[in-house]
């Protein structure tokens, strides 16, 4: 197996913290080359540094301030990236209560920094996530190793 990259373990858990805050700067500064999310187990992604940016301030300008809370639950390194699981407690576009989200998010490592994301939790959950690109999210194509 191979080694796990600590740099890089480093960076995603830089990347995880700067999400927290309101600097889009220092998340897409974790962030390499033409990052690609995946929504599991929707089968829907985006893909480039531009849809990255556009995904990261609407999250930073309308998201941050749903989430009453967030808590770890699990978390898990390997070669190729940093598996987090949390329940995210928030108010979801559309409703006026909040409610509490099972999500599981796979940083995958690239080079030198992270290359993407893969996302598991409820459409519900990706519709307030994505915000303006869910109409633009494209099919996700995975290819049988």
């Given at each position: 197996m191979?080694?796990?990259?600590?740099?890089?373990l480093a960076i995603a858990h830089h990347h995880a913290e700067a999400e927290t805050g309101q600097?889009?700067?220092?998340?897409?500064?974790?962030?390499e080359g033409e990052?690609?999310?995946?929504?599991?187990?929707?089968?829907r992604c985006f893909r480039g540094m531009e849809n990255t940016r556009r995904y990261y301030r609407h999250f930073v300008d309308d998201v941050q301030g749903r989430?009453?809370?967030?808590?770890?639950?699990?978390?898990?390194?390997?070669?190729?990236?940093?598996?987090?699981?949390?329940?995210?407690?928030?108010i979801l576009r559309g409703d006026a209560e909040p409610s509490v989200h099972r999500v599981m998010s796979i940083l995958i490592f690239g080079e030198n920094r992270l290359a993407g994301e893969r996302i598991y939790a409820?459409?519900?959950?990706?519709?307030?996530?994505?915000g303006p690109l869910w109409d633009e999210l494209e099919p996700l194509i995975v290819h049988a190793s």
């Open positions: 191979p080694e796990l990259p600590m740099s890089l600097d889009l700067g220092a998340i897409l500064a974790t962030m990052p690609v999310y995946e929504f599991h187990p929707l089968g989430i009453l809370g967030a808590t770890l639950v699990s978390e898990a390194a390997g070669p190729s990236g940093l598996v987090q699981e949390y329940d995210i407690r928030l409820s459409e519900c959950f990706f519709r307030t996530l994505a």
